[in-house]
Nanobody
């Protein structure tokens, strides 16, 4: 029902910034939440941020709070994850995901993008 495409990943030096984009298509997002997840090699997937499409309420995990900011652009059907002060520990594949509902803090999401690699060098 919802197709998600992430972009914006790449290689960045520690302390640098990247902005990830998640563009949605195929379904109106008025009653959806969009979450950001990351998974580093050998580690479990981590729920790091989310936004309610209609309310623009946001969630940020403690691990990224103060450095990462999730936002949305309704006109572009796009959710962004602005990542500042990047650390090598942030290296991971980053996915956006969607679900029906507005409880953005619930990490159970249903529709997933393909992921984009973020690599932070020391």
């Amino acid at each position: 029902q919802v197709q998600l495409i992430e972009s914006g990943g790449g290689l960045v030096q520690a302390g640098g910034s990247l902005r990830l984009s998640c563009t949605a298509s195929g379904q109106t997002l008025s009653n959806y939440s969009i979450g950001w997840f990351r998974q580093a090699p050998g580690k479990e997937r981590e729920f790091i941020a989310a936004v309610s499409w209609r309310r623009d309420s946001t969630y940020h995990a403690d691990s990224v709070k103060g450095r990462f900011t999730v936002s949305r652009d309704n006109a572009k059907n796009t959710v962004y994850l602005q990542m500042n002060s990047l650390k090598p520990e942030d290296t991971a594949v980053y996915h956006c995901a969607a679900k029906t509902g507005l409880f953005i803090g619930d990490p159970r999401y249903d529709y997933w993008g393909q992921g984009t690699q973020v690599t932070v060098s020391s």
